[in-house]
């Protein structure tokens, strides 16, 4: 398999060459925990998804790590505004701690229930603080730090290719208008490595340092989980194209920095999904939640199957028409298959075919496939040469199912599971919907009064028809289970 990945640094598409052959090291940015993720945040971690399939169907080993931001993410990319950890516990009444771990399982139950493989290794900023402090440390050796205001700085005049993967330049950064209010930068495009300061006079997680008592800027923590468990030089890195100008940008400037060689070969962004109104923003809380798909009556994987049909370098324009329609390509493609299996003679299993097993027809459908997955992760050619392969009479049903399969490695549709046993969930009515919706608010009004026993009433009521009430810090939710 030939791969190319469209490039951000030099903005090409690219062969892929890994360092070391028959071997990935793969760094995807992962969540800041401080709210669920939106469905644009999902768009992200499906395409890392995507990516890792792909190369593993390929007979790639991957390595894919992920961070877990729990500490350190202001609410301005630029080192400006509150700390998004500390301000959603204060909200929330909770420790810092308690809203990670929080909005991190819900994070981990909602890729799964897109069908995204877990990461091979999962890494929280809090657990790697000395990491950074020794990256740090490396980075002010080599003489691209000042301390200001107590805070500890990169400088970025003193890393002349800064900017390079945004196509900045550094001329004009230096004459630029000021992007940031922090007094204490020589330049307004330095960064925070390590801030004393606290903004805030309860921020709850600070460690010792050599440069004070502190907490560490948001970029440090991806350069140094990164390096740890994937070595200072590593293929592919990626993120949201809001990433390319500031977090992504300062990551190579410091990485860099510190070992005096580049960093990663390949970087990969994906477009936004908006909406209707315009982007979607976990910090406004206004957003859609996957959960909030499903309150509807969607399957996670119509959302996924929506994502597919798009290139990830396509903004995408998210609406629940197009959410049903993806629905019912889904529905279709399922039912489509079942009938293929009933009229084949025996399930394959799930799994790689050889091409040379196959039929001149089905080979060349899947070599298509392979090519337009190759290409840069054509998931909207592969879904075409996925239908045009369901439609085309002359291939024999077990070799479409084969071929079906095989290609949902990279897909993750579930379609092998589709076939051989589970039935879609239904939709729920609206009717039932509205019901449920006015019983929440009747239950919340009832523990308010203190009437708890109308609130367990209204509970084992709803459990009854298959509807669990959950209590978060955002309000009750509900999930329908199956009876
Ligand atoms: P965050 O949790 O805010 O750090 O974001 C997690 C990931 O989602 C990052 O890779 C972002 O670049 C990406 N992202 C944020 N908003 C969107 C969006 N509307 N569409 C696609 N990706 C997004
Ligand atoms: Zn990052």
């Known amino acids: 398999m030939a791969f190319s990945f469209f490039n951000t640094l030099g903005r090409s598409l690219q062969p892929f060459i890994p360092i070391e052959e028959g071997k990935v090291g793969f760094y995807g940015c992962g969540p800041t925990v401080y709210n669920y993720a939106h469905i644009g945040n999902l768009r992200a971690y499906v395409t890392h998804d995507i990516l ?58 909602d890729t799964e ?8 290794i999962v890494c929280k900023a809090t657990e790697h603080i000395d990491d950074m402090i020794r990256l740090i440390q490396r980075i002010e050796a080599r003489g691209y730090t000042y301390q200001a205001g107590g805070n500890l700085y990169f400088d970025i005049t003193k890393f002349p290719s800064y900017g390079e993967l945004a196509q900045l330049r550094i001329e004009d950064l230096k004459a630029g208008a000021r992007i940031d209010v922090d007094p204490n930068k020589k330049n307004p495009y330095d960064f925070a490595l390590w801030f004393t300061r606290s903004k805030f006079s309860n921020q709850a997680l600070v460690w010792d340092s050599p440069w004070g008592r502190g907490y560490p800027g948001w970029h440090i923590e991806c350069s140094a989980m990164s390096m740890k468990y994937l070595g200072e030089q590593f293929d592919i890195h990626a993120g949201g194209i809001d990433h390319i100008p500031i977090h992504h940008t300062n990551e190579i400037a410091q990485s860099e920095a510190a070992t005096g060689k580049k960093w990663v070969n390949y970087w990969i962004h994906n477009e936004f999904l908006v909406m209707d109104k315009g982007k979607m923003s976990k910090s406004s809380g206004n957003f859609l939640t996957l959960q909030s798909l499903i309150d509807q009556g969607f399957h996670p994987l119509d959302y996924r199957y929506l994502l597919l049909g798009s290139h990830y370098r396509s903004q995408l324009q998210f609406s629940f028409e197009a959410l049903e329609g993806a629905r019912n390509s889904r529905r279709t493609l399922v039912e489509r298959l079942q009938n293929v299996a009933s009229a084949a003679h025996s399930l394959p299993p799930a799994g790689t075919v050889s091409p040379s097993d196959l039929g001149e027809e089905a080979r060349s459908a899947l070599e298509r496939f392979n090519t337009a997955i190759e290409t840069d992760l054509s998931t909207p050619r592969a879904l075409a040469e996925l239908w ?96």
């Open 52 to 109: 890792v399939r792909a190369l593993r169907r390929a007979g790639y080993r991957v390595t894919h790590v992920m961070n877990i931001t729990d500490v350190g993410h202001l609410s301005g990319d630029t080192d400006t505004g509150e700390d998004k950890m500390v301000k959603s516990a204060e909200e929330r009444g909770k420790t810092v701690l308690e809203i990670a771990q929080f909005y991190t399982e819900a994070f981990f139950r």
């Open 388 to 483: 045009g392969l369901l439609r085309n009479p002359a291939i024999p049903p077990e070799e479409v199912l084969v071929v079906v399969f095989d290609m949902d490695q990279v897909l993750g549709l579930g379609l092998y599971e589709a076939v051989t046993a589970q039935p879609l969930p239904e939709a729920i009515d609206p009717e039932f919907q509205k019901e449920i919706e006015a019983l929440i608010e009747e239950r919340s009004k009832a523990k308010k009064e203190k009437n708890f026993q109308r609130a367990d009433e209204i509970r084992a009521y709803l459990k009854e028809r298959g509807i669990i009430l959950e209590d978060t810090p955002q309000g009750t939710r509900w999930k329908k289970v199956s009876l």
């Open 113 to 120: 229930r897109l069908n995204i493989l877990r990461p091979t």
